[in-house]
């Protein structure tokens, strides 16, 4: 009776790791951004598994920097904001990125840099036209 509940465990173990590797552990995290496009978030999993998401650049307000207080820590990390459109100055949502990576705010700093010159790029690009 031992064995079978031993047996039980282990095997409830090895499902509940499987499902861990599958669903929860993101081992990288990437960002793509095209102006005349939108930006493209991808999550790749453990098992192998990725999942993408795309964002139109119309509804792009703005990339920032924002930090959070956990504990006794200040956390920095990289926010989306998407553009209200009952209101062109507001804000509908923010779209936090690399939550599972946490880079250091020296990273942060560098992919915000590359997503503002795309940005400033979009917009300056209708008015020369």
Same mark, same amino acid.
């Given at each position: 009776?031992?064995?079978?509940?031993?047996?039980?465990?282990?095997?409830?173990?090895?499902?509940?790791?499987?499902?861990?590797?599958?669903?929860?552990?993101?081992?990288?995290?990437?960002?793509?951004?095209?102006?005349?496009?939108?930006?493209?978030?991808?999550?790749?999993?453990?098992?192998?598994?990725?999942?993408?998401?795309?964002?139109?650049?119309?509804?792009?307000?703005?990339?920032?920097?924002?930090?959070?207080?956990?504990?006794?820590?200040?956390?920095?990390?990289?926010?989306?904001?998407? @553009?209200?459109? @009952?209101?062109? @100055?507001?804000?509908?949502?923010?779209?936090?990125?690399?939550?599972?990576?946490?880079?250091?705010?020296?990273?942060?700093?560098?992919?915000?840099?590359?997503?503002?010159?795309?940005?400033?790029?979009?917009?300056?690009?209708? @008015?020369?036209?």
């Amino acid at each position: 009776q031992n064995s079978v509940v031993l047996s039980a465990a282990i095997f409830l173990t090895l499902i509940g790791l499987i499902i861990y590797l599958h669903f929860v552990k993101i081992d990288q995290e990437s960002l793509l951004v095209i102006g005349s496009l939108g930006i493209q978030v991808t999550s790749s999993y453990a098992s192998g598994k990725e999942s993408t998401a795309f964002i139109e650049m119309s509804r792009v307000k703005d990339v920032v920097i924002n930090e959070a207080i956990h504990m006794q820590n200040v956390i920095y990390y990289l926010c989306i904001l998407l @553009q209200d459109p @009952q209101d062109p @100055q507001g804000v509908s949502e923010v779209v936090p990125l690399f939550q599972s990576s946490k880079p250091r705010l020296d990273c942060l700093i560098e992919v915000y840099k590359s997503c503002q010159e795309i940005l400033d790029q979009r917009k300056t690009a209708p @008015q020369s036209s």
